[in-house]
């Protein structure tokens, strides 16, 4: 895909979401050099105690959400949405278990195996959420962190995860959300802009994960804010100063081309967490035993 098509097609939510395989492929195919620099091996925010630097507000953020999963050695592991293999690793080392990554990305996929070709315990497979290639209860437990946002669908991609996740198990993650309540120009406004600069096809409220968790087939923990547990402040530090909080008018990121849409797209986020029409929430879930996720025709 050239850049021309890109920016066309991650210019509306409609482009992102029927294109959404082929769009995240071309932007982390773009921005994995640039995003090892900024984030090192593990592409998620975090939240931070005083002094800490960002990889290790990213290892104690990886290593709490496997504490409150209970993930043990000799586990089986998904990590869905797994970019280059950083939080995979952590979470190996860190409880023994084995983890098998997957990643939409084929050029992250590469470069995770070279990264971890060594390790006897992490496994990296190329593979588009929306459709697992795994079977039913193949594992013990889930984990994702600030991918699933790129789910066109997110009833679907949380359904998916129930299945291949053994009754009992534990699904636990990060992720990006809105604020709740939000008017359509407000959406437009303050979440939009960041959904354009990531390649992001939409997300839902925050407080709908709950809702839509035990829809798929979860018994739901817990639900927070990361804020709720640390500082996120210094999550903002490689933005560039220049704000797009002034005004009521959504800048389109598109429109000074691609360069410029990378550049402008943590801005984007930042001013949408600090405006609270953006919130960046975590979750601890466990797949119930009677099993099976709500249909679509049997929503509410």
Not at 105 to 129: K, W
Not at 133 to 159: Q, R, W
Not at 216 to 222: K, L, M, N, P, Y
Request: proline share 5%; net charge negative; charged share 25%.
């Amino acid at each position: 895909m050239h850049n021309a098509e890109y920016l066309e097609l991650v210019r509306t939510p409609s482009g992102r979401e029927h294109h959404y395989a082929r769009v995240v492929d071309r932007y982390y195919e773009q921005v994995t050099d640039v995003c090892r620099d900024v984030w090192s091996d593990s592409f998620h925010l975090a939240w931070f105690t005083e002094g800490q630097q960002l990889p290790d507000a990213q290892h104690t953020m990886q290593r709490w959400l496997a504490d409150q999963a209970r993930f043990t050695a000799g586990s089986r592991l998904l990590d869905v949405g797994c970019g280059i293999g950083g939080p995979a690793a952590t979470v190996a080392a860190h409880t023994g278990a084995e983890v098998t990554g997957v990643n939409i990305c084929g050029h992250q996929v590469q470069v995770a195996r070279a990264l971890h070709a060594g390790s006897e315990r992490l496994t990296f497979v190329e593979a588009d959420a929306m459709n697992l290639p795994f079977e039913a209860g193949e594992f013990d437990g889930v984990f994702s962190i600030e991918a699933l946002c790129y789910a066109p669908d997110k009833h679907h991609v949380y359904a998916e995860i129930a299945k291949v996740i053994r009754p009992g198990g534990a699904f636990v993650g990060a992720d990006w959300f809105c604020a709740d309540g939000l008017t359509d120009a407000e959406y437009a406004r303050w979440v939009e802009p960041m959904c354009q600069g990531f390649a992001i096809p939409h997300v839902i409220p925050f407080g709908e994960l709950k809702g839509y968790l035990e829809a798929a087939g979860f018994d739901v923990e817990s639900v927070s804010r990361y804020d709720d547990h640390g500082d996120t402040g210094p999550n903002w530090a490689p933005a560039a100063p220049d704000s797009y909080a002034d005004g009521d008018e959504r800048p389109d990121l598109t429109a000074d081309g691609f360069d410029s849409l990378l550049a402008r797209s943590l801005p984007a986020l930042r001013d949408g967490c600090l405006q609270g029409k953006v919130v960046m929430g975590c979750w601890v879930a466990r797949r119930r035993d009677d099993g099976g996720a709500v249909r679509d025709g049997d929503r509410a």
